[in-house]
Every structure is written in C-alpha cells, then in structure tokens.
C-alpha cells in the first residue's frame, strides 16, 4: 500500500519540477498517524469526493491493481 501511495506522488510530481515528497510518522498511544504529502499537481475539488472510490483514477487506463484496505 504504501509503495503505491508513494509511487502515485512521484507520478504526481512534473517532470519540470524538482518536487518533494514528505513522509511523517507520529506514534500514538494506541494508534500511529503516517502522513505523505508531495508538491505534486493534486485533485481538482470537483473529483475530490472520489478519491475513495474503488477504482478511482485520473490517469489514463492501462491496468488497475485494487488494494482495500
């Protein structure tokens, strides 16, 4: 899950932009909070309410690997 997660932030990165992708990990009591965020080109508000969506792309359809977590 997380490779996927990072390698859609490099994807999201442009080639003309040197980019950043930030990882924190805060360790809780009884939980753990991992936050990744990158400087990439990010979601329109109008598609937002679908990134939860199985499925769910922006990209162009080549193949689809489903991980539900």
Do not use: C, H, W
């Not at 490779?3 to 009884?30: H, P, W």
């Not at 990439?40 to 679908?50: M, P, Q, S």
């Not at 162009?60 to 489903?66: G, Y």
């Amino acid at each position: 899950m997380f490779n996927n997660l990072i390698l859609n932030s490099i994807q999201a990165i442009r080639d003309d932009d040197a980019g950043s992708i930030n990882i924190r990990i805060e360790d809780g009591i009884d939980e753990i909070t991992i936050e990744v965020e990158d400087s990439g080109v990010g979601i329109t508000d109008e598609l937002l309410y679908k990134i939860f969506d199985p499925l769910f792309t922006t990209k162009q359809q080549e193949s689809v690997l489903v991980l539900l977590v």
